[in-house]
């Protein structure tokens, strides 16, 4: 499941002209995320069964501007170290440097950074840079990142593999000219109740991002059950409020 579905899931894994294969539409209605959501939920209870008196450490991340902030060099490095002819090389750049501009009365512009939003090719690009990260964690500290596009998620039982994870991935998009978005990365150990009762002795982990785990709407707490992010939801009732006062009839 874990290579199958989850490496560079965004390229398809064969040809297929009848369909736009680079987007996750073309999956089961069951899709990678859900699936996701179920192995998480899935592996904290298995380790809370197997493991009580350990911790059990999730970390989520994301990138912050992924698309804009590519590299053009960066991306030329990877192809060239890939055994793409100088001919193709030409092309991507060629494709990559294409002039631009944002209001019709300004100068047009040549993009020195980032890629297309929504172009086959700025996939291809995009899904390189980060399998070189995934390769490379995996490599390193056989942690396995299930990454959708830019969104990732690992877990492990084993504090210093998640800690060394986390410490090489900063350092990987670091040397690749990117950055985490903090305000969407987090992590949540996760903490038996015989362990909860003994949590003053445990020391809080300053290497991991501190801000907690979400997925969408919930949050996941220590206990290893996701709840409703209340704070979340009440933005967004009284968003809906605002907006049915000043609707004029039902059907807005």
Same mark, same amino acid.
């Given at each position: 499941?874990?290579?199958?579905?989850?490496? %560079?899931?965004?390229?398809?894994?064969? =040809?297929?002209?009848?369909?736009? @294969?680079?987007?996750?539409?073309?999956?089961?209605?069951?899709?990678?995320?859900?699936? =996701?959501?179920? !192995? +998480?939920?899935?592996?904290?209870? *298995?380790?809370?069964?197997?493991?009580?008196?350990? #911790?059990?450490?999730?970390?989520?991340?994301?990138?912050?501007?992924?698309? #804009?902030?590519?590299?053009?060099? +960066?991306?030329?490095?990877?192809?060239?170290?890939?055994?793409?002819?100088?001919?193709?090389?030409?092309?991507?750049?060629?494709?990559?440097?294409? #002039? /631009?501009?944002?209001? $019709?009365?300004?100068?047009?512009?040549?993009?020195?950074?980032?890629?297309?939003? $929504?172009?086959?090719?700025?996939?291809?690009?995009?899904?390189?840079?980060?399998?070189? !990260?995934? =390769?490379? %964690?995996?490599?390193?500290?056989?942690?396995?990142?299930?990454? *959708?596009?830019?969104?990732?998620?690992?877990?492990?039982?084993?504090? @210093?593999?998640?800690?060394?994870?986390? @410490? =090489? &991935?900063?350092?990987?998009?670091? &040397?690749?000219?990117?950055?985490?978005?903090?305000?969407?990365?987090?992590?949540?150990? /996760?903490?038996? $109740?015989? %362990?909860?009762?003994? /949590?003053?002795?445990?020391?809080?982990?300053?290497?991991?991002?501190?801000?907690?785990?979400?997925?969408?709407?919930?949050?996941?707490? $220590?206990?290893?059950?996701?709840? /409703?992010?209340?704070?979340?939801?009440?933005?967004?009732?009284?968003? &809906?409020?605002?907006?049915?006062?000043?609707?004029?009839?039902?059907?807005?």
């Amino acid at each position: 499941m874990q290579e199958d579905e989850y490496w %560079i899931a965004l390229l398809s894994s064969e =040809l297929n002209y009848n369909s736009y @294969t680079f987007n996750y539409e073309n999956r089961n209605k069951f899709d990678l995320k859900s699936k =996701l959501f179920y !192995l +998480i939920n899935v592996e904290i209870q *298995l380790h809370k069964i197997l493991q009580p008196n350990k #911790p059990f450490t999730v970390v989520s991340a994301d990138l912050e501007w992924f698309g #804009p902030s590519i590299s053009h060099e +960066i991306i030329h490095i990877f192809l060239e170290f890939c055994g793409i002819s100088q001919i193709w090389l030409d092309f991507f750049d060629r494709f990559l440097k294409q #002039p /631009i501009y944002y209001k $019709s009365n300004e100068n047009i512009c040549q993009r020195q950074r980032g890629v297309p939003i $929504s172009h086959s090719l700025s996939c291809l690009f995009a899904e390189l840079l980060l399998f070189g !990260l995934d =390769l490379y %964690i995996y490599q390193n500290t056989d942690i396995f990142i299930y990454r *959708l596009h830019d969104d990732m998620w690992f877990f492990n039982s084993q504090s @210093t593999k998640i800690e060394q994870a986390w @410490t =090489l &991935m900063n350092e990987y998009i670091q &040397m690749i000219g990117l950055k985490f978005n903090e305000d969407k990365c987090g992590s949540t150990q /996760i903490l038996s $109740s015989n %362990i909860r009762s003994h /949590i003053n002795e445990l020391s809080t982990n300053i290497i991991l991002p501190q801000k907690d785990v979400k997925w969408g709407l919930l949050t996941l707490q $220590s206990s290893g059950r996701f709840i /409703i992010h209340q704070e979340t939801i009440r933005s967004l009732l009284d968003e &809906m409020k605002i907006r049915l006062t000043n609707a004029t009839t039902i059907l807005e």
